[in-house]
């Protein structure tokens, strides 16, 4: 290569490579500054694409899981208020299975199941969770809760559901046959049982009997019905949280920066650096030695 003052190479490639080393070196200290290796389309359009729509279906899985553990409350509110029921159920019938004992207040007895059935409305009102009530006939068609999300990435499918099924009123105002029944005999237990003829006072007692375990049939019935759906949300929740963290180590591994390796080659880039500028240093000395050939 020729010796020139006026075009120094061993400076414009010194340069070169410090330009480069400085480059580097910028890139090394925004990765460990945000603690990403694609913090932008411009790093990765690939891997930031795929990592910025898996963030936001990591976001939407975050929010089902938060409602499932809202349905699994309002479920559990229902189940607990059913437990409560059969339990108050069980005491009617055992006031009514008395009350052709001569030996009891059949007045006594009346407004003792009476009592009991105000407890069971009044349990029926407060098992309510946000406002929603299984029990009471207002949710008469069942709620429907979004189990997770579609994951195809295509823009279609859908979501699916977790749904309750029907639920019935069980307050004295309900309307189904069981529970209508249960409310017309314990508002009246004379009218439904005493008769001068035993023969038709045990079956009339017999069969209110069978209208009370009708009752708690259907009240049995919605409790097994919620527990199971509740159980059901609880397995969903749980597979929903792990799919997002799951989810999420696969958007670290993309855009993720290592730290340990970045921490290594940062102490690389700036040894480099300081080299490079030695280097560009003493090439842009090169042009003086030439006056030496023409100097005495």
Do not use: H
């Not at 690389?268 to 030496?292: E, H, R």
């Amino acid at each position: 290569m020729s010796s020139s003052i006026l075009t120094n190479y061993g400076s414009m490639v010194a340069l070169q490579n410090l330009e480069a080393t400085q480059n580097a070196l910028t890139n090394t200290e925004n990765q460990i500054s945000s603690g990403l290796k694609v913090s932008s389309a411009s790093d990765d359009a690939s891997s930031w694409t795929i990592a910025t729509t898996m963030k936001s279906n990591i976001a939407s899985l975050n929010q089902v899981s938060t409602d499932l553990g809202n349905a699994n409350s309002i479920l559990n509110t229902a189940v607990s208020g059913a437990g409560q029921i059969t339990s108050l159920v069980s005491q009617i019938r055992a006031k009514v299975a008395s009350f052709t004992d001569t030996s009891q207040n059949q007045s006594a007895i009346q407004s003792e199941v009476s009592q009991l059935v105000n407890q069971i409305d009044a349990t029926i009102q407060s098992s309510s969770f946000n406002g929603v009530n299984l029990l009471d006939g207002s949710s008469a068609s069942g709620l429907t809760f979004v189990a997770a999300t579609n994951n195809d990435y295509s823009g279609g499918g859908s979501s699916p559901t977790i749904t309750t099924g029907t639920s019935f009123d069980l307050s004295s105002a309900g309307t189904n046959t069981a529970v209508a029944a249960f409310a017309t005999l314990t508002s009246g237990l004379a009218t439904a049982i005493s008769s001068t003829n035993p023969t038709t006072q045990q079956t009339n007692l017999d069969t209110a009997l069978g209208q009370i375990d009708a009752y708690n049939a259907v009240v049995e019935g919605q409790a097994a019905q919620f527990g199971a759906v509740a159980q059901n949300i609880t397995s969903q929740q749980t597979f929903v949280q792990n799919l997002a963290s799951t989810l999420q180590s696969g958007v670290s591994n993309m855009v993720d920066a290592d730290m340990t390796k970045e921490s290594a080659q940062l102490s690389a880039l700036q040894t480099q650096q300081q080299l490079g500028t030695q280097a560009l240093s003493i090439a842009n000395q090169a042009p003086q030695l030439l006056l030496k050939l023409f100097g005495g």
